[in-house]
């Protein structure tokens, strides 16, 4: 399984960047999805957020709440994140993550619910 993320870029701070990441499985419907962020110089990846893949609540970390909204497309094997009133504080390498098992799982929150990482893609926020 693949996850290919896409959308980063450079952003004045208070602009709007949306990522999007494609899974390789067509049964992606089947997948949890999540999005995580390692910030410069900061070990680990943090928790931004993930969508309850049975009734796509959606639960985000508290540094990003309402900024950001995730989304997911099943028909287009999508995960996408809406990123707005972006601050110098988001900047960061973005990845997206999906895992299939257990089947009763409904969202990711932590790495080690994780069984597939995207590449990363770099957002940088300027002030």
């Known amino acids: 399984v693949q996850l290919q993320a896409s959308g980063g870029g450079s952003v004045q701070a208070g602009g709007s960047l949306k990522l999007s990441c494609v899974c390789s499985?067509?049964?992606?419907?089947?997948?949890?999805v999540a999005w995580f962020r390692q910030l410069p110089g900061k070990e680990g990846r943090r928790f931004v957020a993930?969508?309850?893949?049975?009734?796509?609540?959606?639960y985000y970390g508290e540094p990003v709440r309402g900024r950001f909204a995730i989304s997911r497309n099943d028909a287009s094997n999508t995960v996408y994140l809406q990123m707005n009133t972006l601050s110098p504080e988001d900047t960061a390498v973005y990845y997206c993550?999906?895992?299939?098992?257990?089947?009763?799982?409904?969202?990711?929150?932590?790495?080690?619910?994780?069984?597939?990482w995207g590449q990363g893609t770099q957002v940088t926020v300027s002030s």
């Open positions: 993550a999906a895992t299939k098992e257990p089947s009763h799982l409904r969202t990711i929150f932590t790495i080690t619910g994780v069984d597939y």
């Open positions: 499985d067509r049964t992606f419907s089947d997948y949890v």
């Open positions: 993930t969508i309850d893949r049975y009734d796509s609540t959606a």
